[in-house]
């Protein structure tokens, strides 16, 4: 079996996938603010906050129940007000340390952009990641190209794994069925 090159080894699976993504190259003056975020959380801040367990089991569990739907809800209005809504689908690959896009408009090694995207499992989950331009290829119409995520913490980044991880399943599923 052959082995993996220490430059080709990879920390996290990627996958492709089609999303609905728009980006946009962040200006020099941004660079020092930006931070990956699911949007939302600056309207909502500390909305993820889990119902505190009370005597009541019957009770606590109403209260979860309603609790996970204001979120559904809540979720579902910040994707429409953000506009995520309309954005395009593209098909990417994608991993927990960055992604490739193919992109009409050419990028320089080191630009820095802005990734707002839809990544779907369960619920829909709309954010903003940013990424550093490592790579960029021309193509015959545009251009390739690869970034990897900057300024994301773990919550963002495990978002992004289990969006990898559900596709993997999925593709694995289809695989199954064709055979």
Not at 44 to 73: C, H, Q, T
Not at 146 to 161: G, P
């Amino acid at each position: 079996m052959e082995k993996e090159s220490p430059t080709n080894r990879r920390e996290y699976s990627r996958v492709y996938a089609y999303i609905p993504l728009s980006f946009r190259k962040v200006l020099p003056e941004e660079r020092p603010v930006i931070r990956a975020r699911l949007a939302g959380d600056a309207i909502f801040p500390g909305s993820n906050v889990a119902v505190p367990e009370i005597g009541d089991r019957i009770l606590y569990e109403w209260l979860k129940m309603l609790n996970n739907k204001l979120d559904g809800i809540v979720r579902l209005l910040t994707i429409h007000a953000e506009g995520f809504h309309a954005l395009p689908s593209k098909a990417v690959q994608i991993s927990g340390s960055g992604m490739n896009f193919s992109s009409a408009e050419p990028f320089e090694q080191g630009d820095m952009v802005e990734l707002k995207m839809i990544l779907t499992v369960n619920q829909p989950t709309a954010l903003f990641a940013y990424g550093e331009v490592v790579k960029v290829e021309k193509q015959t119409s545009g251009y390739i190209a690869a970034v990897t995520f900057v300024k994301m913490d773990d919550h963002i980044r495990d978002e992004i794994v289990r969006f990898v991880f559900e596709r993997e399943r999925e593709i694995l599923r289809e695989k199954r069925l064709t055979e």
